[in-house]
């Protein structure tokens, strides 16, 4: 794992330093049991699922995520991302 770390002399000795993970890193942590869902409007969502047709335009849509970003669902509102997470037995993980 990639750790980030600055120098000692510039460190405050309250401060912790935090690992930093690749994408590569986070994808096989999730390894098909992690995701995350991501708001999105409909001409975003377009791009990433250019198979689905009559998006409404203008409106806020949410995606399922694999924890290596593999678009999963697309869905109108967010608990029904939720539920098909839980229905795939996914893990959700928190972005900020």
Not at 28 to 40: E, Q
Not at 61 to 82: C, E, M, N, Q, R
Request: net charge negative; hydrophobic share 40%; charged share 20%.
């Amino acid at each position: 794992m990639n750790m980030k770390s600055a120098p000692k002399s510039d460190m405050d000795t309250n401060e912790r330093v935090m690992p930093v993970m690749s994408e590569l890193e986070f994808a096989k942590l999730g390894d098909g049991h992690v995701a995350y869902i991501k708001t999105m409007t409909s001409e975003e969502a377009h791009r990433l699922f250019p198979t689905v047709e009559g998006l409404p335009q203008g409106t806020n849509l949410f995606s399922l995520h694999g924890a290596d970003g593999t678009p999963i669902a697309l869905t109108d509102t967010h608990s029904a991302a939720v539920g098909h997470a839980l229905g795939d037995e996914l893990e959700i993980a928190s972005l900020h």
